[in-house]
């Protein structure tokens, strides 16, 4: 009886996985900015108007502003999408407001899969999961229903489990936290 491999695959095999990957990531990215796509505006469009006024020195929690800002891409409800998140939350937002929506809306969506791949590795591993389905692991990730939903309506969802593994001790900070070193 022949024994399975169990072992996990070779460095070169992980980085060519992480390659392909960064490919598929690379070439989604250049079609979906040179395709005419229509955002649905929904919480990004939040994001991006409070951003804007922000970065303009008005007022993100103005509801009136908001509304401004929201008909100039399209938005035809009544009232606007407010912003509820804490003002340190601006400091994402103003970046992404300072650009055309379109090109923020796909640089946006470009940053919630990179999270979302992101944290699922990161959950795979502090959870001890197999190095050599992490490929898999990934790619579920992506398809988990509330996945698509989030990454659709622009929702920051995902930094939630980016905050969540940084207090576990998986992320960045706490990371810098361990080895002595602070935030610059």
Known sequence: MAESDTSDPPATKRRFDTLILVAMLALFSLLLASAPVQWPLEDF?????AGRLNAAGRNPYDPAAMLREQEQIGWRQPGPVMMYNPPWTLALAMPLGALEFQIARSIWLRTQILI????????????????????????????????????????????????WLDSSGGGPVATMSQRGSSLP
């Open 45 to 49: 469009a939040e994001y991006w108007a």
């Open 116 to 163: 979302t791949l992101w944290c699922a590795s990161r959950l795979w591993i502090l959870y001890g999961g197999a190095p050599r389905y992490l490929t898999r692991v990934l790619g579920l990730a992506l398809l988990w229903t509330p996945t698509p939903i989030a990454l659709r309506m622009g929702r920051s969802a995902q930094s939630s489990c980016w905050g």
